[in-house]
């Protein structure tokens, strides 16, 4: 399962706490997305970045925080303002070369308030 | 901004037979359609895909249809398999890196 890596695999939150999620990809993309789901439902945009050191807001940024300092790398804190933020996180990343525009997914971080 | 309609949200049938999901979108402008799966508690995985400029596209059993007029597209399961068994993901965006705009959703279950 190369490609593109999210870390940790569970993470636990307490309240008030900021917590960060990492996703790293060597598929040399340059875009990489943040996209949270919750049981039952589809795949809802926090985030998204198409180059390094930019990035966009996706329809439920509110309470998240995002940085692109490196192509291989994008990084998701949720913040203590993201009151519910139980769900199943993935990172993606998908190239602009030619018409390729796939996705390609991390395994995800599954994030719980303890 | 683009919004994508996908039914049915959960869908049983006989091994062997057929299983077909729609999704609906409401921007004309977008013109990448991919559709992904899912298994539980694994990461979506593109299993097909098509653009605004081909009506209908086949990889073995799976086919996916676009009309552009309406604005619909759909993905063809034929002979499914217990493997079928899986949450399918529809989407939508324009291209070079755009938003992608996913489906909420269909749980297909293939009974033995």
């Known amino acids: 399962d190369g490609g593109i890596t999210q870390s940790p695999k569970y993470l636990f939150r307490k309240e008030g706490q900021n917590v960060t999620l990492s996703c790293e990809q060597n598929?040399?993309?340059?875009?990489m997305y943040w996209y949270r789901q919750d049981p039952g439902q589809g795949l809802r945009l926090i985030y998204y970045s198409q180059i390094v050191n930019d990035f966009q807001k996706g329809d439920i940024a509110e309470g998240y925080s995002v940085s692109r300092e490196k192509k291989e790398s994008f990084p998701l804190t949720v913040t203590s303002a993201q009151k519910n933020p139980t769900a199943f996180y993935l990172c993606?990343?998908?190239?602009?070369?030619?018409?390729?525009?796939?996705?390609?997914f991390g395994s995800g971080t599954q994030l719980s308030v303890l | 901004g683009e919004n994508v309609e996908q039914h049915p949200s959960t869908l049983s049938v006989q091994e062997g037979d057929s299983a077909v999901i729609k999704c609906t979108y409401s921007d004309s402008a977008s013109n990448y359609f991919p559709w992904y799966k899912q298994e539980l508690g694994k990461r979506p995985q593109l299993i097909i895909d098509i653009r605004s400029n081909v009506g209908e596209k086949k990889d073995q059993r799976i086919a996916v249809t676009l009309n552009k007029t309406a604005k619909h597209f759909s993905l063809h399961i034929t002979e499914t398999q217990p493997e079928d068994s899986a949450v399918y993901f529809c989407?939508?965006?324009?291209?070079?890196?755009?938003?992608?705009?996913f489906g909420p959703g269909t749980r297909l279950s293939v009974l033995p």
């Open positions: 989407a939508a965006s324009l291209s070079y890196g755009q938003n992608f705009v």
């Open positions: 598929l040399n993309h340059d875009a």
């Open positions: 993606a990343s998908s190239t602009f070369i030619g018409t390729n525009e796939k996705l390609f």
